[in-house]
T-cell receptor, first 115, second 115 residues
Framework: EPEVTQTPSHQVTQMGQEVILRCVPI?????FYWYRQILGQKVEFLVS????????KSEIFDDQFSVERPDGSNFTLKIRSTKLEDSAMYFC?????????????FGDGTRLSIL | AQTVTQSQPEMSVQEAETVTLSCTYD???????LFWYKQPPSRQMILVIR??????QNATENRFSVNFQKAAKSFSLKISDSQLGDTAMYFC????????????FGTGTSLTVIP
């Protein structure tokens, strides 16, 4: 069964540095998402992306964050000037177009540790 | 705004017994979807079961079943014949048809299956 893949599985970065988290959604999917889970807390929505633009974002997704689909397969989350509180598990998810009744397919996540 | 509440932070069950995890939600939408996701220590997000709000029949998936009470906005998960591999964090999630495919998650219930 096709899967959403995320790299790296664990990223350690110095505070203040920029980090790029990578995701390869399922190939025929057109909706893409990033979620964040701070340790011990619930999964929080960050942003959704469709047709090469952000369709919805949460209040967490401020100017520090950006997303991009640089080619036909990758979907990236860039975090600029990282802070200690950015340490979390980041999940990528994707969905086929128009499939509201289909669950989002999640990747295994990238654990981001800010030192 | 949609909210999802899981009032049981931790639960435990003896192996082979049955356990029920509770979830309530709040929405003004009439058409929506509800999900239970399992997150084992490996941190993956794995779909357990889903329910369409327009269906009156409760969803069942092998040992997993739900009790969906639309009027009460309640969506509990029953795990029968609990197995050690069921030990995980369980998240209830809501997806409305007017919210751009965005998921809203509860805070999770940590389930431990005791041998």
């Amino acid at each position: 069964e096709p899967e959403v893949t995320q790299t790296p599985s664990h990223q350690v970065t110095q505070m203040g540095q920029e980090v790029i988290l990578r995701c390869v959604p399922i190939s025929n999917h057109l909706y893409f998402y990033w979620y964040r889970q701070i340790l011990g807390q619930k999964v929080e929505f960050l942003v959704s992306f469709y047709n090469n633009e952000i369709s919805e974002k949460s209040e967490i997704f401020d100017d520090q964050f950006s997303v991009e689909r640089p080619d036909g397969s990758n979907f990236t989350l860039k975090i600029r000037s990282t802070k200690l509180e950015d340490s979390a598990m980041y999940f990528c998810a994707s969905n086929p177009q128009g499939s509201y009744n289909q669950p989002q397919h999640f990747g295994d996540g990238t654990r981001l540790s800010i030192l | 705004a949609q909210t999802v509440t899981q009032s049981q932070p931790e639960m435990s069950v003896q192996e082979a017994e049955t356990v029920t995890l509770s979830c309530t939600y709040d929405t003004s939408e009439n058409n929506y979807y509800l999900f239970w996701y399992k997150q084992p220590p490996s941190r993956q997000m794995i779909l357990v079961i889903r329910q369409e709000a327009y269906k009156q029949q409760n969803a069942t998936e092998n040992r997993f079943s739900v009790n969906f009470q639309k009027a009460a906005k309640s969506f509990s998960l029953k795990i029968s014949d609990s197995q050690l591999g069921d030990t995980a964090m369980y998240f209830c999630a809501f997806m409305g048809t007017n919210t751009g495919n965005q998921f809203y998650f509860g805070t999770g219930t940590s389930l431990t299956v005791i041998p």
